[in-house]
């Protein structure tokens, strides 16, 4: 893997990174007072406005563009639902225990850094460059990973790990325990052996209720469920229509057994899922495919995985339905939207790429899967999950409930079936087979197809028929002619009843977060201990920074005045009347994102002129107070841009810094 | 207390109100194909769309226009954080359990309950009419609360349950206990004595991480703990500026012994709560005071509850304030903002109060504390909590983990103290003391502030003082004046260091939510059945119905261009193409507070008109596509109304409906 790079190339120091975010409380570890908790993060004020702006973004891209149904179902779950779900018995990873020290470790991301460790020794031995992967070095030095030593392995050897790497996602616990052994894995912390692989259940437990003695519920670890259980509400709600979607934001949660690297695996978390409901017989037609199909995408198949590689390609969507490396136009659909969304938001494309699932890596209910992965210092993270669960969960919660979880649809053309049809003359029946009358009748009536054909010819040749009946008798029953009638006859049918699939979008809010402030991350040449982040106006946290050149009084009722004028605009703004020079104020603000910044100096006491900044540019325009407010509303609404605005108002070059 | 009544003054009938909710999929108990879960309910579209909307005129009402700073934290806390805050010991309900049975009862709801069936069989045994309270009367159904029966009780008896009942949220396990011994209060399920009261503690416990062996954590039952441990890292983030707020809205949690009243008392709840941090030196004065201080509200204090009353009064908050009723002016101003947010959502004034908390009832953390309460048929529901926590938190955390939850503040004017200060001659104190001369110097300076005046006078005139130094020899030490010298001198402080209090506005989204729509429900005296909810137009879960007056294709790209139309100007709408009439369409609408509706007929293919269609009115006005485009943006941000629009544009009345 390459080195990470900033928004300009420049190669990206995740320590002044870090730096930044913990400086301007975008995120920070929850608890810390207290020791901290693991896998917990609680969002500061940049943070939770840009959480907001993704979510109001997300709603705005998916829920009013699509008009699907948004719901808000409870967190709290009963038991019972993720019994039939599959997650009671399925929803775990792997773990691995250290006999001697007591300490657990996940088995998939031990392998995962101890091949990583050795390859990297290998590299060492053979004196090639070592390119330091920052994050997977700090993470190995805090698990003790003892084993980076200049070690040079075989040829063999290393295109063995190679492969294993290429595909850790899809072994399973037995084989996790078989590479463990064959690649003489120990205990980073003892040096010991391991014990076996052990699933670990990643559902936080709970009891609901003053008298229940044990758990009975859990947290729950998608949203789904609950769009699932409220199926037949939704359809009807939808006056029977389909297809549809809905959709939900809300918090979820995995125990993890480790959480690592920030944001990326936490123990509760952000998700935004959609549950798109199409009738399987459609074939997954979209009907505003046509919109999307010349949408080019960086595409990652599951087979070139299983040969050990991650070489992507660049195809259009259109061309992957096609070709079927994408299942189906709707899951296409959804794909290509996906990455309208991201790169809204200012996700950088050369940094975004589609990867499938392989098999054994699907969940268990999963059909197909990609995800949408981001490239950070981190590595490729699966941001967005995109999934075919085909009706699996409608239908173990049908099952289970014998709820109506089913489309009954009135057929536009109804449909005509050719068939044998049975007929009984019920007055000689009874009479003839009294109290076996009704055996001999469902006897009759279980005909399939196929034998009804063939007696009815029978019928005709010889004028009776012999049929099976174990209840009766000696178990045959003879039938002549006058009794029963067989014909080939038309049946209309109007009514259809299906169980819809489903294709589900379900997005990591916390992932995408940190993925993008990585990719709009960069600083300037001439300062480089400071960052910017370049958010697209939508996204950024604040939109507008206003300045006061000085404390001085005269100054205050103006700001006052924009901050009301602007407020009345729906455009948000934070005054920094702090006795730092205006230089300063603007650093710490193009950290925080902001992508506009005006100044009250003391020509606008004159004139009511006020200057603009740009984050990105630095440069500054000077014009009316009016003119400015309606500049900042264009650019924050994504109508103009800073050039247009530069190439309308005069520009400004006084007033610097400090 | 009188029948509740409907937005037009009409009597509500909760079974049409409740199917009016149902039908139209605004919330819906959780779970149902499983059952059902008590206190868990999951919001269907409408509803979730109220909700947002909600929360976003929240966050401009507070967060936005006082420049709160806003913070997500997690919902999952680990134990020791609230053993700290006290709600591992307090955070309780009273239970008691029908030894017979096992079933659990609510010890406060349980007495209410039966004392309310007894006042209503006393009031039929006089012969007295008796308001039929649906909601209590299915409450006492349901739970099979016996003794509803006529029986006339004494004067006495009756006064002394109706004080009791008006006090009854003022009462602990204890005092519970003895009024169920005292009122010979049974189990309404077996007629057996109940057991005492024990406490049930509310929050919901789990485990973190896969090596614990016991539960380690919480799910917070209020989101303000997270909001006190980042008190530090927020004041920087603030530039050590005070007095400011945080803010946060999320999900919380509390175990209810027995759910009741649908939304009203439920386990798992949105919430939306303010810390407004202040200098308690600065008399919690607020610098907006005077913009609000003319507000009239309606105020029910404690000690009219205390004698058992619940006669509210109106008065202004700056009458509040200045009598003292309303602690300080923080606190009033508030209370001031809380009224004009929720009058801003639509709540009816008549139908709000503001109740002060009577001392038992108080959280064990609150100086004083005012509820917000809308009167419902359910009853008077408290849906906003405004407490004065003191700075009970922030105290608390400081003292057990020593984090700096404090503020140090420069000075504008250096303190100048007069102190008795002492000086000791150490040269000669360490040889004439030797091993003892640390603990006879830790004497010295211990010494207070009266004892060093005594002293100072005493060497003066003796020169020479005696000590209590309990370690040293007989636990006398005598020093002469060439050892030590105590003067009355000027120290000057430039820094100070002090708790904040904490001023807490919090907010249960769910109850507002719930009162808020019986407020704006009334329905039309032609149409009774069907209902209308006059959300304001920034409050409707839907801004505009698009309806075709047929189903033609002709009309189908009008309905494409007017829902982009809108879309553009950030104003969210719905098509419905559906079969039924257009009455029947519009009633639907109606049914889900949508304000605004437009038609496309015929006469829109050949001119470009449309009609716009007023929900509380159902008239209607007709003009050119752009022109209705720009009434409902007006009337949707609230820049004009109904009555200005149909002023201007021409009245139209045709297309009737049936």
């Not at 901290?36 to 563009?65: M, S, T």
């Not at 950070?376 to 993270?381: A, D, E």
């Not at 400071?530 to 006061?548: H, Q």
Request: net charge negative; charged share 30%; aromatic share 8%.
């Amino acid at each position: 893997m390459a080195t990470s790079t900033t928004k300009t190339g420049a190669p990206l120091d995740r320590a002044t990174f870090e730096s930044l975010l913990r400086r301007r409380l975008f995120y920070t570890p929850a608890f810390e007072i207290y020791g901290g908790e693991k896998g917990l993060f609680d969002y500061g004020p940049p943070g939770c406005a840009l959480q907001n702006n993704l979510v109001d973004i997300w709603r705005k891209h998916f829920v009013l563009e699509e008009d699907m149904l948004e719901v808000d179902c409870t967190q709290i779950t009963p038991a019972a639902v993720f019994k039939t779900s599959g997650h009671v018995d399925k929803f775990a990873d792997w773990m691995c225990k250290d006999p001697k020290s007591g300490e657990i470790f996940r088995a998939d991301h031990l392998v995962e850094q101890v091949l990583e460790a050795r390859l990297k020794g290998d590299k060492e031995a053979r004196g090639q460059t070592v390119e330091i992967d920052q994050a997977k070095d700090a993470k190995r030095k805090k698990k003790k990973v003892k084993d980076v030593q200049a070690v040079q392995l075989d040829d063999a050897v290393v295109k063995e790990y190679e492969e294993t790497l290429a595909k850790i996602d899809n072994y399973g616990g037995e084989e996790l325990g078989q590479l463990i052994k064959k690649f003489d894995i120990k205990s980073p912390e003892t040096g010991v052996d391991l014990e076996p692989p052990r699933a670990f259940n990643l559902m936080f437990q709970l009891t609901i209720g003053p008298s229940a003695s044990t758990p009975n519920g859990y947290l729950r670890p998608e949203t789904a469920q609950g769009q699932f259980l409220n199926f037949q509400k939704l359809l009807e709600f939808n006056q029977q229509s389909m297809p549809f979607a809905s959709a939900s934001v809300g918090k979820s949660f995995r125990n993890e057994i480790s959480p690592r690297s920030g944001l990326l695996r936490v123990r509760e978390f952000l998700m935004a899922e959609i549950e798109h409901f199409v009738d399987p017989e459609s074939g997954k037609r979209h009907p505003r495919f046509a919109q999307v199909k010349d949408t080019k995408m960086t595409l990652l198949n599951r087979n070139v995985q299983l040969e050990g590689s991650t070489k992507a390609e660049e195809l259009t969507i259109g061309e992957a339905v096609a070709s079927k490396l994408v299942d189906n136009e709707t899951l296409g659909y959804f794909l290509a939207r996906i990455q309208m969304f991201l790169l809204r938001l200012g996700v950088d494309y050369s940094k975004l790429r589609f990867r499938q699932h392989m098999a054994n890596e699907m969940a268990h209910y999963a059909a197909d899967c990609w995800d949408a992965e981001l490239r950070t210092s981190l590595g490729w993270i699966e941001c967005v999950g995109c999934a075919d669960r085909s009706a699996y969960d409608l239908t173990v919660h049908r099952n289970k409930t014998g709820a109506s979880l089913f489309v009954r649809e009135t057929r536009a053309e109804p449909l005509k079936i050719e068939e044998y049809q049975v007929d009984i003359d019920k007055k000689r029946f009874g009479p003839k087979f009294k109290k076996d009358a009704k055996a001999v009748e469902q006897a009759v009536e279980a005909l399939s197809q196929e034998l009804r054909e063939k007696m009815s010819l029978e019928l005709e040749k010889e004028g009776r028929i012999t049929l099976d009946v174990p209840a009766v008798g000696n178990g045959k029953v003879e039938l002549e002619k006058d009794l029963v009638k067989i014909e080939k006859r038309t049946r209309v049918e109007h009514v259809r009843e299906y169980t819809p699939n489903v294709i589900e979008p379900s997005f990591g809010i916390g992932r995408i977060l940190y993925s993008l402030i990585e990719h709009v991350y960069w600083s300037r040449p001439e300062d480089d201990a400071r960052g910017v982040l370049s958010f697209p106006p939508p996204v950024a946290p604040t939109k507008v920074l206003l300045v006061p050149l000085s404390g001085s009084d005269d100054l205050r009722p103006y700001l006052q005045q924009l901050t009301y004028k602007l407020r009345r605009m729906g455009i948000s703004s934070k005054i920094d009347d702090s006795s730092a020079s205006i230089g300063k104020r603007y650093s710490r603000n193009d950290e925080l994102g902001t992508p506009l910044g005006i100044t009250v100096d003391f020509q606008t006491v004159k004139d009511n002129t006020v200057t603009l900044r740009d984050r990105d540019t630095t440069s500054q325009v000077r014009a009316s107070e009016d003119e400015i407010c309606a500049a900042a509303k264009a650019i924050v609404d994504g109508e103009e841009t800073w050039e247009d605005v530069a190439k309308r108002l005069p520009k400004f070059e006084g007033q610097e810094v400090d």
